[in-house]
């Protein structure tokens, strides 16, 4: 009987420990894996404000507000890499005497994975994916009937594979890829019919009857580099550079899209920021439309840089 008792006590005793590193197993590689990932959630409100009483030298009161979001999902696990960044701002602009008009409007998800050779190398394989459209309708102001563009009016999507440079000590990223598809969608048919955004305009006949609706989407295979480097210029300022260029292969090689974007963070304190900002754009397939006659309809001319500043103070929260 004692025999059967010791035994008895012996295998309970055993299988309760192997149970307990199994347990510590499995939560070491938990932790192991959680230790590879780097999360990042930051929300910034932006306010600017203009008010005038009795202002000799006139002006109108004005408030503007852009609220920006940012969701950051980074792994690196020696070799690998795989970045990943969600953002989107919306900004509204209220003057008075004047409708309220919109500033900002971006949705825009980055995910690029890479693989490198060895641990010292700064060098990866890397493949990149870029989406980006907008939430709400833009229009050219003050018409507000007519959108001249919508959500998914564009969207944009880039999909390639190349190389990337990454210093992370110096938050330096360079990518080179030879082989970079861009599709523009346009799934608006107005705007499609147009030939909005450089797709493929709708055929009319001679009564100005649609024979063949303006296409939807438009493919290009190009060469893609982007660039980009944050840095604290000085103490409480940092610097955000992003530049992309991309040039299509099947039209017009050589005609290079633009997109640059410099930031200026600078830290009052631990929830409250001010921002100077540019964004400069250049894309050929985007024409510009202007009320020459003041008719109400606008007339598509060519394209042209596209330039927009921002300065503010907000209050930023992470978690």
Known sequence: MRIKLLLTILILTSFTSKASIS??????????????????????????????????????????????VLFVRNYN??????????????????????????????????????????DESNWYYSAKFNFRTQFTNGYKYPNTEKPISRFFAPAYLFLGVGSEYSLKEHQLKIYLSPITNKTTFVYNQSLANEGAFGVDPAVY???????????????????????????????????????????????????????????????????????????????????????INNDGELETLGAKIQIKQLLGVGFSYNF
């Open 77 to 118: 696990n020696k070799r690998l890499a795989w970045n990943n960044e969600l953002k989107g701002s919306y900004g509204l602009n209220k003057e008075e005497k004047r409708e309220l008009r919109k500033t900002e409007d971006l949705v825009e998800l980055n995910s690029t994975f890479g693989y490198r050779k060895s």
């Open 205 to 291: 006949d001679e009564f100005g009857n649609i024979i063949t609706e303006g296409k939807n989407a438009k493919i290009e295979f190009g060469t893609l580099v982007t660039g980009e480097w944050e840095t604290e210029v000085m103490k409480n300022i940092k610097m955000a550079n992003r530049l992309t260029l991309y040039s299509d292969y099947l039209h017009n090689y050589g005609n290079i899209d633009v997109n640059w974007e410099l930031n200026f963070d600078l830290t009052i304190n631990k929830y409250v920021t001010a921002n100077v900002g540019s964004h400069i754009r250049f894309d050929d397939d985007i024409k510009y439309k202007e009320d």
């Open 23 to 68: 347990r510590d197993s499995i939560a070491k590689n938990i932790d192991s894996i959680s230790s590879h990932w780097e999360n990042k959630n930051n929300v910034k409100l932006i306010f600017t404000q203009n008010s005038f009483i009795h202002w000799s030298a006139g002006g109108n009161n004005s408030i503007s507000g852009i609220l920006n």
